[in-house]
T-cell receptor, first 110, second 113 residues
């Protein structure tokens, strides 16, 4: 069935780049999403990529998509303390519903 | 501020009780989604309504039910509550019936004692 997998934790030093990885199973997904959940808040859309793209860049964020390996990554350059959050990867499944990963908690070390 | 309003923010109740969670979607959004977030199960999709009609069903227990009213607000009813129902319940809305950008509320934290 459809499934999205991501590591549960990532720890990086302030100022370094963070790379959060995700694998998905539905090769027919048209869109893949990254959502961010800050402590005590709901999720908010961070960025998304259309399946015919390999890369999308938006300021400090870079999304890479490898369709062959069904691998999606989110790179955050110059990671700041304000980037501490849980990052969810999601794919748009065959029934147009979002299939969610378990979320990766990004921990920033000073 | 996402524009999605959920009430109450916090709720403490006892096992066996029934509660109702309320959600007002963003102005103009026709779809409402309900999610449950717990520590051990992550983010679980419960149910989606589109313009008053049930559109999709996820891992929603039979003890739970939802509806969307003509003014597009939605309610999630949880009955015969168990300790394991303690979780954060999120409502999200979107303009269309298909998934895409979802706008999440801040959640209702339910604690069952």
């Amino acid at each position: 069935g459809e499934d999205v997998e991501q590591s549960l934790f990532l720890s990086v030093r302030e100022g370094d780049s963070s790379v959060i990885n995700c694998t998905y199973t539905d090769s027919s997904s048209t869109y893949l999403y990254w959502y961010k959940q800050e402590p005590g808040a709901g999720l908010q859309l961070l960025t998304y990529i259309f399946s015919n793209m390999d890369m999308k860049q938006d300021q400090r964020l870079t999304v890479l998509l490898n369709k062959k390996d069904k691998h999606l990554s989110l790179r955050i350059a110059d990671t700041q303390t304000g980037d501490s959050a849980i990052y969810f990867c999601a794919e748009q499944g065959s029934n147009y519903q979002l299939i969610w990963g378990a979320g990766t908690k990004l921990i920033i070390k000073p | 501020d996402s524009g999605v309003t959920q009430t109450p923010k916090h709720l403490i109740t006892a096992t066996g009780q029934r509660v109702t969670l309320r959600c007002s979607p963003r102005s103009g959004d026709l779809s409402v989604y309900w999610y449950q977030q717990s520590l051990d199960q992550g983010l679980q999709f419960l149910i989606q309504y589109y313009n008053g009609e049930e559109r999709a069903k996820g891992n929603i227990l039979e003890r739970f039910s939802a509806q969307q009213f003509p003014d597009l607000h939605s309610e999630l009813n949880l009955s015969s509550l168990e300790l394991g129902d303690s979780a954060l319940y999120f409502c999200a809305s979107s303009p269309s019936g298909g998934a895409g950008e979802l706008f999440f509320g801040e959640g209702s934290r339910l604690t069952v004692l």
